[in-house]
């Protein structure tokens, strides 16, 4: 495929600041990308972008290879239910989004089902994106629940456990199978290793658009709570990492680290939180902020975590660039 400048550029920028942070450390370190709320049609009828989106999957793959990361991630909202109509149009989004996952040199890819993925109108099943993805990393060190919709990965000889999570599992999001799940894996962590979760809403109000109804309490409150526990016990937990907010934002609560994540999808200037960080603001238009221009450019993300120094540190490819990177002790 054909490289464009600006990526060459962003690509030589991002390896320079990991390869100043991590230096000889051993670390963990995966790209991913959220929200691409991609289409088919050529164009945006508000702001005549390109919104081809899926195809950017094809340039994390470039940087992954580059970069030789552990794993890649999408942490969901491929863009299957807005504008797209037709089930032939859905059926083709899908296709296109396993495919060009699955062209990424054999590295596992982790994928968490967002609400947009498995709406009433995108009409594909959790339980179908779960197994594509399955089938897709076999032979990788995963475990997942019996629907394959959620479960974790054992990075190889980097003592780092890797949980994906689906936050539409039920009425109140995270059913209590999935709950327990989670609760048991961290319990049965090996002595030594460290865990991080990926999943596409945030479990915290941090993740709220202004206007918006409360999170369901139970289930992510008792998530929060799992996690909680498992750090005051002495647990090792790098960070929660999530999309779906369509801004980054960043919270620490009883010793765990949430970060969220900008990602493609646009939101309205009265519906952005006053905490709430975007890169790229421009043309606001019917009560619409896209944030940037998915035309010109990509935006992904790479987590690189050290487990023995306990350091996670986040760092953006795309818009923003240096000035978005962050990261926190765990």
Not at 36 to 54: E, I, M
Not at 76 to 91: A, I, N, Q, R
Not at 189 to 211: D, F, K, S, T, Y
Not at 263 to 279: K, S
Request: charged share 25%; net charge negative.
């Amino acid at each position: 495929m054909i490289i464009p400048e600006f990526f060459e550029c962003d690509l030589d920028d991002l390896t320079a600041r990991v390869r100043r942070w991590t230096g000889d450390d051993q670390a963990v370190s995966f790209l991913f990308v959220t929200d691409l709320h991609s289409h088919l049609v050529t164009t945006d009828n508000l702001f005549g972008q390109r919104r081809n989106s899926a195809e950017h999957i094809r340039l994390l793959n470039v940087a992954a290879m580059r970069l030789n990361v552990d794993f890649t991630a999408n942490l969901g909202d491929v863009g299957l239910d807005v504008p797209l109509k037709e089930m032939s149009e859905k059926s083709e989004m899908t296709r296109r989004i396993l495919q060009y996952h699955s062209e990424c040199d054999r590295r596992p890819v982790l994928f968490c089902i967002g609400n947009h993925d498995v709406s009433e109108k995108a009409e594909i099943s959790a339980e179908y994106w779960g197994q594509a993805f399955f089938d897709m990393n076999r032979g990788c060190d995963m475990i997942s629940a019996a629907s394959r919709t959620y479960g974790f990965y054992d990075v190889q000889g980097k003592q780092t456990r890797i949980f994906w999570l689906y936050t539409n599992d039920s009425e109140d999001y995270l059913s209590e199978t999935q709950l327990e799940f989670l609760q048991h894996h961290l319990d049965d962590l090996p002595e030594g290793h460290c865990a991080a979760i990926l999943q596409h809403i945030c479990p915290r109000a941090v993740g709220n658009w202004m206007g918006s109804d409360p999170l369901p309490p139970e289930a992510f409150a008792r998530q929060h709570q799992i996690l909680a526990d498992f750090v005051r016990k002495g647990g090792s937990l790098a960070g929660d990492l999530c999309g779906h907010s369509h801004f980054d934002a960043d919270e620490q609560s009883e010793g765990v680290n949430y970060f969220i994540f900008q990602g493609y999808g646009g939101i309205g200037p009265r519906e952005i939180p006053p905490h709430a960080r975007l890169a790229m603001q421009f043309n606001p238009r019917l009560n619409r902020t896209d944030t940037f221009d998915s035309s010109k450019y990509t935006l992904f993300h790479l987590a690189v975590i050290k487990p023995v120094q306990r350091q996670i540190r986040l760092f953006r490819l795309g818009p923003g660039g240096q000035a978005c990177d962050r990261g926190a002790q765990f």
